[in-house]
Each structure stands twice: as C-alpha cells, then as structure tokens.
C-alpha cells in the first residue's frame, strides 16, 4: 500500500511538473520580429511602439522592454492602408509604405484640411533606407477622416484612424520618441527565436567587419552577393573585386576603427549607417558608408554599397 502511495505521488508530481512547465512555454509573450531593431540599435531602454499590421487593417501601441521582456499592448486599433497593397515605391502609386519611421510632429485639427480629421501625426518618409533604394514620395501621415464609414485599404498611401483614436495618441506618440513600425504581415515570434535570430545577424556583421578590419580579402568579399552593386562607384561584384584586392594589396598595415553604426530595418532588409576612422600611411582619414543587407538563402548578404 505504501508502494502504491509512493508511486501515485510520484506520477501526480510528475504530472504537475510536465504541466506547469507547458504552461510556461505557452504563457510565453511573443514579440513582433520587426522588433529587432531595437536589439540591433541597442535600444534597451522602455520603449513605446506603434505597430501597423496592413494585411489585417490593424494597429497596435505597444509597451516594450528588452530586459526584464516585457511585452504590453496597451491598445488596439482599426486603420486604413494605401489602395494599392505592397510596399510604396515611388510619388502617387497609392501604397503605404513598410519599414520603421519616426515621428516629426504632429498637427492638429486646425491646421489641416477636413479629410484630415482630428489631426495628423507626420511621419519621415522617405528614409534613409527608402533614399537608398531610390524610393520617391511625401506626405505620409497617421490621421483621421472625415468619412461617413470606415473602409479598409482606402487611404492613399498614408494610415487612416478613427478620429477618436487619434485624439488618444496625441499625448503618446510624441516626436522622435515612440518610433512607427509599419509591416505588410507582423509576424509574432517566441524571445528565444528573436534572440536567436539577432545573434546570427550580429555574428554576420561582426565577421565582415572583423574581415574588414584585418584585411582578410577572400573572407571579406564572400559577403558580398553576386548580385552586388556599388552606388559611388558604379561597379558590379566584378569590378569591385578587383578594386577592393588592388586596394587591400597597396595598403601597408592600415589601422581601422568602427566608431558607429546605426540600422534601419525592413523585411528582409537590413541597412547598415557605418562610420569609421581610418589610419593609412600615417593619414588619418573619416568615412563613412552605408551598406544594404538582404536575406538571400537564409543568409544576410550585402547586395549594395556606398
């Protein structure tokens, strides 16, 4: 009988152990992936988001910080997106555009035309990334309306609120403080798989930049896609081969410091603000260069330079 009981207490125990440690793992907060630029920008800091969901006509304000994780939506709103679905390419194409904007200011009522409703927040499209790809285009806001009903997808270009709902934000999303991450689909992971994924982005980047650093030329230039375009030069993956080991070969033992970088993120694009201090021949030289990333494979690959 004793056995019995040892043994029923031992499976309950079991039971509750195998229970609690599911419940665990399904409790756990998901974090949008576009939430990695707050790990590659080391913004560690509590941070407040507005995050668009354009495939399903939502947006969420978000309390979030890095560590301790937390995760608060604190609230929930319907929009309007661009008439034309896809990222915005260029002046009057209809789309809202995707990637992670600030804030400039915001305008109210007074100040605006009527189909503006209750005001507008006023956001820096195009940026740096948007510059980069040559993407063209202004006047992309977060306002109201002045409808008689809500439709989906029926802005143009710019992400339309209830005008209620606009009037709540106004003492949340102050300028340069709660940046605006715009997303065709979110897509929600668990910490540990966004943790994992900014290591191997880190990991990536480091290992160039270490190539770099040590003019490693063959490790150096494996980084760079076959599909690779430099801006300032106007050279292919060819000519930029060529140029860069002609370049590493006259070079005697140069010093290269990375002193900032900055990221900027859109889907499986990547854009890296460097800027570096470079002592060549007893010259101190200044430089900067921006270089785009894109996730070819399953792997983070710089296709354009400048």
Same mark, same amino acid.
């Given at each position: 009988?004793?056995?019995?009981?040892?043994?029923?207490? !031992?499976?309950?125990?079991?039971?509750?152990?195998?229970?609690?440690?599911?419940?665990?793992?399904?409790?756990?907060?998901?974090?949008?992936?576009?939430?990695?630029?707050?790990?590659?920008?080391?913004?560690?800091?509590?941070?407040?988001?507005?995050?668009?969901?354009?495939?399903?006509? +939502?947006?969420?304000?978000?309390?979030?910080?890095?560590? =301790?994780?937390?995760?608060?939506?604190?609230? #929930?709103?319907?929009?309007?997106? @661009?008439?034309?679905?896809?990222?915005?390419?260029?002046?009057?194409?209809?789309?809202? =555009?995707?990637?992670?904007?600030?804030?400039?200011?915001?305008?109210?009522?007074?100040?605006?035309?009527?189909?503006?409703?209750?005001?507008?927040?006023?956001?820096?499209?195009?940026?740096?990334?948007?510059?980069?790809?040559?993407?063209?285009?202004? @006047?992309?806001? !977060?306002?109201?309306?002045?409808?008689?009903?809500?439709?989906?997808?029926?802005? #143009? @270009?710019?992400?339309?609120?209830?005008?209620?709902?606009?009037?709540?934000?106004?003492?949340?999303?102050?300028?340069?403080?709660?940046?605006?991450?715009?997303? #065709?689909?979110?897509?929600?992971?668990?910490?540990?798989?966004?943790?994992?994924?900014?290591?191997?982005?880190?990991?990536?980047?480091?290992?160039?930049?270490?190539?770099?650093?040590?003019?490693?030329?063959?490790?150096?230039?494996?980084?760079?896609?076959?599909?690779?375009?430099?801006?300032?030069?106007?050279?292919?993956?060819?000519?930029?081969?060529?140029?860069?080991?002609?370049?590493?070969?006259? !070079?005697? &033992? =140069?010093?290269? &410091?990375?002193?900032?970088?900055?990221?900027?993120?859109?889907?499986?694009?990547?854009?890296?603000?460097? &800027?570096?201090?470079?002592?060549?021949?007893?010259?101190?030289?200044? @430089?900067? +260069?921006?270089?785009?990333?894109?996730?070819?494979?399953?792997?983070?690959?710089?296709?354009? #330079?400048?």
């Amino acid at each position: 009988m004793t056995h019995r009981f040892l043994l029923l207490s !031992i499976l309950v125990a079991l039971f509750f152990s195998t229970f609690l440690t599911l419940s665990a793992e399904t409790s756990e907060p998901l974090i949008p992936k576009s939430f990695i630029y707050f790990y590659l920008n080391d913004i560690s800091s509590p941070s407040k988001v507005f995050l668009v969901d354009k495939h399903i006509q +939502k947006a969420y304000f978000i309390s979030f910080k890095q560590s =301790p994780l937390t995760v608060d939506i604190i609230a #929930e709103f319907e929009v309007a997106t @661009g008439k034309q679905k896809g990222a915005k390419q260029y002046e009057g194409d209809l789309r809202t =555009p995707n990637g992670v904007y600030e804030i400039l200011q915001f305008r109210p009522k007074q100040t605006l035309q009527s189909k503006f409703g209750s005001g507008a927040f006023i956001l820096n499209y195009p940026n740096s990334l948007d510059r980069f790809q040559l993407k063209t285009g202004s @006047g992309i806001w !977060i306002h109201g309306h002045d409808l008689d009903s809500f439709i989906d997808y029926d802005s #143009e @270009g710019c992400i339309r609120l209830h005008n209620d709902d606009i009037l709540s934000l106004i003492d949340h999303l102050k300028p340069k403080q709660a940046p605006v991450i715009i997303e #065709e689909v979110v897509e929600w992971v668990k910490p540990k798989d966004l943790l994992t994924y900014y290591q191997s982005i880190s990991q990536r980047i480091d290992e160039w930049s270490t190539a770099w650093k040590e003019r490693q030329i063959d490790t150096y230039l494996s980084f760079y896609h076959n599909s690779f375009w430099n801006l300032s030069t106007k050279q292919d993956i060819i000519g930029w081969k060529e140029s860069q080991t002609a370049l590493f070969d006259s !070079i005697e &033992e =140069p010093i290269l &410091e990375l002193n900032s970088a900055k990221y900027l993120i859109d889907d499986k694009l990547i854009l890296l603000e460097v &800027e570096y201090q470079l002592l060549m021949n007893d010259d101190l030289l200044n @430089g900067s +260069k921006k270089v785009l990333w894109q996730l070819i494979d399953d792997r983070f690959y710089i296709v354009q #330079e400048e």
